[in-house]
């Protein structure tokens, strides 16, 4: 089992949550950006830098994901894809996307995407809160057990 980050957008608090969970756990955790981002010294903690450009840090998360991986982004169509390969999502929210619930968020999107494309002002996600972080914690810790 594998953690991937689609780190561009990823909160400087889950990555912290992350590190803790890779070296308590002794997992591999790989944070995949178009720029390098610090990480703290460990033999299961690792930066991968990919060129700037439109998709590019999605489409090595997706190259790279195995069947029981976990990724950790809040990009739905990045989801979708390693969903289809066989491999868990998390969000830095804490919820997890899955073959069930995948379809209908992609739906919502696409339509709100919409919405906005007309000029309808639909707001943005809320920042995110400490509730959040514990939520996104504690589904990987349970995500973490169940893997051992």
Known sequence: MHLWVDADACPRSVREILFRAANRTATPLTLIANQMLAVPPSAFIRSVQVPKGFDVADNEIVRRVAPGDLVITADLPLAAEVIAKGAHVL??????YSKENIGPLLNMRD??????????DTGGPPPLSAADQRAFAA???????RGR
Do not use: K, N, W
């Open 91 to 96: 969000s830095p929210r804490g919820e997890r």
């Open 111 to 120: 339509f709100m995407d919409t919405l906005r494309s007309s000029g309808v």
């Open 139 to 145: 589904q990987l810790d349970r995500f973490l057990a």
